[in-house]
């Protein structure tokens, strides 16, 4: 079966710019996380969803991240007024049920100039 | 907040020795994960321990999870060019679903 896609692959975008990042889990997992990797370090938790509603947004930076997932499979990692600090690459990853073991995207690598 | 150290950060080696990654932390976790991640790619899932003191086997690698489920190791045996890669441990912590990633030891086998 398909695994967890993410689009897109890459994104260059300019600083105070809005950009949209999109997760695709694999079919029938029910939680679906997102985190951020800077380069040189692992990933950064940001956000889990369980069904259609975030069960916990601790590790969002500030207000200008938001995600959604309004229909319990798809999520929209939105990020608003980007700065050059945002530059990274974000992961999603999914999960079936309440098991740990998560299985990731590809991950988009955002470019903020 | 929950830290996971690993060590070496980086280790290069010749194709057919063997290699220990250490994954320590102060937190207890309800599991622990081993990832590798190619460059370009997500992480990829390499194996899960949950008991304090199991060891698991896949194929050389050997991941054994500390008896107070603070700490791991991945053991490879006889190295191959193919193990080349960020190796990354995660905790999972005890009444939350997201992982807390190891910093990632950076492995590079030649041949």
């Known amino acids: 079966g398909a695994g967890v896609s993410q689009t897109p692959s890459n994104k260059v975008t300019e600083k105070g710019k809005y950009v949209e990042l999109r997760c695709d889990p694999i079919?029938?997992?029910?939680?679906l996380y997102w985190y951020r990797q800077s380069l040189g370090q692992g990933p950064e938790f940001l956000i889990y969803?369980?069904?259609?509603?975030?069960?916990?947004d601790s590790g969002l930076p500030n207000d200008r991240f938001f995600a959604v997932r309004p229909e319990g499979s798809v999520s929209t990692l939105k990020i608003q007024r980007t700065e050059r600090g945002d530059s990274a690459v974000y992961l999603c990853a999914s999960s079936f049920g309440g098991s740990d073991e998560q299985f990731f995207g590809p991950g988009t690598r955002l470019t903020v100039l | 907040t929950q830290l996971l150290e690993q060590s070496p950060q980086f280790l290069s080696i010749q194709e057919g020795e063997n290699l220990t990654v250490y994954c320590n932390s102060s937190?207890?976790?309800?599991?622990l994960q081993w990832y590798r991640q190619e460059p370009g790619e997500g992480p990829v899932l390499l194996v899960t321990v949950v008991t304090g003191g199991e060891v698991k086997k896949l194929k050389r690698l050997t991941f054994q999870f500390g008896d107070a489920r603070k700490d791991s190791s991945l053991h490879i045996t006889a190295a191959q060019p193919g193990d080349t890669g960020l190796y990354l441990c995660a905790g999972a912590v005890t009444g939350f679903q997201k992982l807390v990633f190891g910093t990632g030891t950076r492995l590079l086998v030649s041949p």
């Open positions: 969803f369980q069904g259609t509603g975030a069960a916990d």
């Open positions: 079919s029938g997992h029910t939680a």
């Open positions: 937190s207890v976790f309800s599991s």
